[in-house]
């Protein structure tokens, strides 16, 4: 080996050290990005994962809150629908009375009802043609003090059951409609 050979051979062997070493740190370094590239993805996905168990408890929460508005919704559509039931079942009931019993109801709603001044019971044609011959006295005896009522003679066809009270221009409704909110 001539002194050429042996410095191209020292030169040769310095370069491949310098690029054994070149590829050594470009492994470290791909190897570290490779490490941080994985931790970041592992760290996103833990991003992720939160925030899709957050959206997910966020929607459960809605979900659950409007289920719990349509079953308030449905209980209360039943209660109303019961309390319709009962109401119809007393206005029948009112209806049903004997004549005697409807009539002391009338009486008694009257009573409860009457102003302490002069005024007029307005019947409907049904009451008029069935109503007992001394209705009116007893009507007068349970009325309390100050309150005097007389019986119209002329019904009115709008009165299926109950009266209107009448004082002067004022009308109070006691029909069974008016009493029962139809």
């Given at each position: 080996m001539t002194g050429l050979d042996t410095i191209l051979e020292s030169i040769r062997s310095e370069g491949r050290r310098t690029a054994d070493g070149i590829l050594e740190k470009a492994r470290k370094d791909a190897d570290e990005i490779l490490s941080r590239g994985e931790t970041d993805a592992s760290l996103r996905r833990e991003d992720i994962l939160r925030g899709v168990e957050n959206e997910a408890r966020d929607t459960a929460d809605r979900v659950l809150s409007s289920a719990r508005r349509e079953q308030r919704k449905t209980v209360l559509s039943a209660r109303q629908e019961i309390i319709r039931e009962v109401i119809e079942a007393a206005e029948q009931y009112l209806y049903g009375l004997s004549d005697d019993d409807y009539f002391k109801v009338?009486?008694?709603?009257?009573?409860?009802?009457?102003?302490?001044?002069?005024?007029?019971m307005v019947l409907g044609a049904r009451d008029i043609s069935r109503g007992?011959?001394?209705?009116?006295?007893?009507?007068?005896?349970?009325?309390?003090?100050?309150?005097?009522?007389?019986?119209?003679?002329t019904p009115d066809p709008s009165i299926e059951g109950g009266f209107?009270?009448?004082?002067?221009?004022?009308?109070?409704?006691c029909t069974f409609r008016a009493l029962f909110g139809d």
């Open positions: 009338l009486i008694g709603l009257a009573a409860k009802r009457a102003m302490p001044q002069k005024g007029e007992p011959p001394d209705f009116e006295e007893k009507l007068r005896a349970a009325l309390p003090q100050g309150a005097e009522l007389s019986v119209k003679e209107i009270l009448v004082y002067g221009g004022i009308e109070e409704n």
